[in-house]
């Protein structure tokens, strides 16, 4: 099993902090660690040393902190650069790592907070389905949200724009693939990014459920503390999540 963290994107909404730092290392616990290093940390925890890591923006910071967290946490993080990251959106950025995905991997986006219990939800159910994504069935939806529909657990919708008093949970951006979903996730993405460069990695699961995959969502748990840090509000309420935790 092998780790993804997806940590390509500028993080406009953060500037000034953004300026030079990708958003994955603004700090977020009160021992200085980052966003990248709790994701870094999480894996380690359950067993993922070998993790590859899509860069773009600012890259060079986190080409700098890559020793310290190898050494801080026994993983190896393989660099991917994504030279498409200021023009192209995320679908891009897993296709770049399929490979990773053919030898079964736990993706993890690199703005996203969240405890360890999440990972160990998502690989408890390992097995069950080509594609498991983490979906947060307790909290109430709003606009931003990646909302989803399901089908007895099976994923048949998953877009920002669905009504919220319709979608059953928002996926939170951690998904388990078997090896096995490597080559029809990878040509879902494909078609997906040929299509439109602008579209989400979510909108391939989408492509590939259209196409008979099977993505099944796993509950994270009631009232789990986690966020997605995408401005200067959600960087204070990332600070007070993990103050609360034994970490």
Do not use: C
Not at 34 to 63: K, M, P, Q, R
Not at 193 to 214: K, N, S, T, V
Request: charged share 25%; aromatic share 6%.
């Amino acid at each position: 099993m092998h780790g993804i963290v997806l940590a390509a994107g500028g993080g406009t909404r953060l500037r000034p902090l953004t300026d030079a730092l990708p958003k994955t290392l603004l700090v977020v616990t009160n021992d200085g660690r980052s966003v990248l290093e709790l994701a870094v940390a999480n894996l380690a925890e359950v067993g993922i040393t070998d993790i590859a890591v899509v860069t773009g923006h600012a890259h060079g910071a986190i080409a700098d902190i890559a020793p310290t967290l190898e050494k801080r946490h026994g993983v190896t993080l393989d660099l991917r650069y994504n030279d498409r990251y200021d023009t192209w959106n995320n679908a891009y950025s897993v296709w770049l790592v399929r490979d990773v995905i053919a030898r079964g991997a736990l993706m993890v986006n690199g703005d996203t907070v969240h405890p360890v219990d999440v990972q160990r939800r998502l690989l408890a159910a390992k097995g069950s389905a080509p594609v498991l994504i983490a979906v947060d069935d307790d909290k109430r939806l709003g606009e931003e949200e990646m909302k989803l529909h399901l089908d007895d657990g099976r994923m048949v919708r998953i877009n920002k724009a669905l009504d919220p008093d319709t979608a059953q949970g928002e996926y939170i951006g951690l998904t388990l693939f078997a090896p096995e979903s490597a080559e029809p996730v990878g040509d879902a993405l494909q078609a997906t990014f040929e299509r439109d460069p602008g579209l989400y990695y979510e909108d391939g699961f989408q492509e590939f459920a259209d196409r008979g995959g099977e993505v099944r969502a796993v509950p994270i748990g009631e009232q789990v503390p986690w966020v997605e840090v995408d401005d200067h509000a959600d960087l204070a309420r990332a600070k007070q999540v993990t103050a609360t935790w034994d970490i």
